[in-house]
């Protein structure tokens, strides 16, 4: 309960592009409503394409894109959590212990408009280790597009924790190659120029 408290608390003004008070707390919480333009606080890292803006209190990533990642700048985490609300997203995705675009953890996020490859699954967990990717858990939720849900992916002690809406749906045992520190951040996907991924709130906590 106090670690989702703290991660609403931080992910209201966190940072990607666009909040009228982005914030950090003293503990390491922050939190980014993109009420106003943030994307200076942010830097892209892409496999390949991409655009990410903020308007009208959204954070959007667009287009053709692969694996395209806007971190926080500054941040830097070995146990804590990063969270998002979101009403819409083809793959969207959250990303904790960024080290480089070749190493990270990252929760992939999806609506249930997203694409059949996906197979309805909502969520899926993975470690990106040398480039490579590892898929640790996969699951399916009620996600109609455009209504908003809250997405949060933790790093515990030994093990990442996947939350919908404020409940914890798995806990999975963290890979011994996990990076063991980095940024956090957020990831789209796009298979073609009309997929998007809207963030409306990001919130995250550095010191879990």
Not at 85 to 103: C, H, I, T
Not at 146 to 174: K, N, S
């Amino acid at each position: 309960m106090r670690n989702c408290l703290r991660l609403a608390a931080a992910l209201s003004c966190a940072a990607l592009t666009g909040c009228s008070s982005s914030s950090t707390g003293s503990d390491g919480t922050g939190s980014d409503p993109f009420t106003s333009n943030t994307i200076g606080k942010y830097q892209a890292f892409t496999d390949g394409g991409g655009t990410w803006s903020v308007a009208n209190g959204v954070l959007s990533g667009r287009g053709t894109a692969e694996h395209n990642v806007l971190v926080r700048t500054g941040t830097r985490m070995k146990t804590g959590w990063v969270e998002a609300k979101s009403d819409a997203a083809d793959d969207g995705g959250l990303v904790l212990r960024f080290v480089d675009n070749q190493n990270y953890v990252l929760l992939a996020f999806r609506d249930d408009a997203q694409s059949p490859w996906f197979y309805g699954n909502n969520l899926a967990l993975y470690t990106r280790v040398g480039g490579d990717f590892d898929e640790l858990a996969s699951l399916n939720v009620a996600w109609p597009r455009g209504t908003p849900h809250t997405v949060r992916l933790e790093a515990g002690d030994g093990e990442l924790l996947i939350y919908f809406d404020g409940t914890l749906l798995e806990a999975v045992p963290m890979p011994a190659d996990t990076p063991a520190e980095g940024a956090i951040g957020v990831r789209h996907y796009g298979e073609d120029p009309a997929w998007t991924t809207r963030i409306d709130e990001l919130r995250w906590d550095l010191d879990g």
